[in-house]
């Protein structure tokens, strides 16, 4: 049963994901992932109007005159959302906690794909694949990709994203367009990204929250890590003690982006006191750009 607070966070998330999509994103989306939605079809002989750029050289080579390539849109894409559920999405110190930015970004990807009549699934995970939504269209069904996410009670708590890469890599055999929605507060999973990345367009989205990097500025805190239940008392009075702490979750956030600009892998940040339609639109406009 949803309790009635939940039901109007899953109306609102609904709701204000359909007008960002509608007022701010409308044509930036398509273009964004154009390149994983069209196929190679034929050449012909260039004609007036053509743009250069899809000159096709080589054979405009041994032609002895200009050719164009020819793309055909596919029909549709198919968007899947990889969401880590494990403890760690509960954390927050903003008006939003983690799982609550990861379902308004899975939101406004789910409403993208279905005003662009693509499909939507996701794959929800911890240290297990918990739930598979298979791929659908519908505005229901992104009300039930936000109701579950929101509402779903894993039984694991730590976060195996290698696994969820191998799944997806079964039930998804066609090329996808995949966001991997996670803090990633995991090791050992770059080389499943990679083998992910050439199959499917893969992108990494990386949810932080603030008191990922600071301690408060006074008194002793009993810390806890929610994925291993591992309890650790902590002076936060000290200077230096929060000093190395921000020091060393930088360090980790900074070698996290790297190592996956390293693999190739396009990769948003997203910060629970930030705004996630902003970020999204910044990062549909990068693409966008990229694929001029």
């Known amino acids: 049963m949803l309790t009635p607070e ?7 998330i609904h709701i204000a994901s359909g007008r960002v999509v509608d007022s701010m994103m409308a044509g930036h989306y398509r273009s964004a992932f154009r390149g ?6 034929e050449v012909r002989e260039y004609s007036p109007g053509d743009e250069v750029k899809s000159i096709d050289w080589k054979v405009t080579a041994r032609m002895g005159r200009p050719y164009v390539k020819l793309f055909r849109e596919e029909r549709e894409l198919v968007i899947m959302l990889l969401v880590d559920l494990s403890a760690s999405a ?24 279905i005003r662009n009549n693509d499909k939507v699934g996701a794959v929800l995970f911890t240290d297990r694949v918990e739930r598979y939504i298979p791929p659908k269209k519908g505005s229901a069904h992104v009300w039930r990709v936000i109701k579950e996410i929101l509402s779903f009670r894993p039984r694991g708590k730590g976060t195996d994203i290698d696994r969820a890469a191998g799944f997806l890599a079964k039930v998804c055999r066609k090329k996808t367009v995949s966001f991997l929605i996670s803090d990633f507060v995991a090791t050992g999973y770059i080389q499943a990204l990679k083998r992910l990345n050439r199959r499917h367009d893969l992108i990494a989205v990386l949810v932080s929250d603030p008191g990922d990097f600071r301690l408060p500025s006074g008194g002793v805190l009993e810390t806890e890590d929610l994925e291993t239940g591992r309890r650790v008392l902590v002076d936060c009075s000290d200077r230096s003690t929060r000093e190395a702490f921000a020091r060393r979750q930088e360090t980790w956030y900074q070698e996290t982006c790297d190592t996956l600009t390293g693999a190739k892998i396009d990769h948003i940040e997203l910060h629970t006191d930030g705004s996630t339609s902003d970020a999204l639109y910044t990062f549909f406009r990068y693409r966008e750009k990229r694929l001029r």
């Open 6 to 12: 939940l039901i109007k966070k899953i109306k609102r």
């Open 36 to 41: 994983s939605g069209i196929e190679f079809e």
């Open 90 to 113: 509960r954390f927050g110190t903003t008006s939003s906690i983690k799982i609550e930015t990861t379902t308004e970004v899975a939101s406004i990807l789910a409403f993208n794909a």
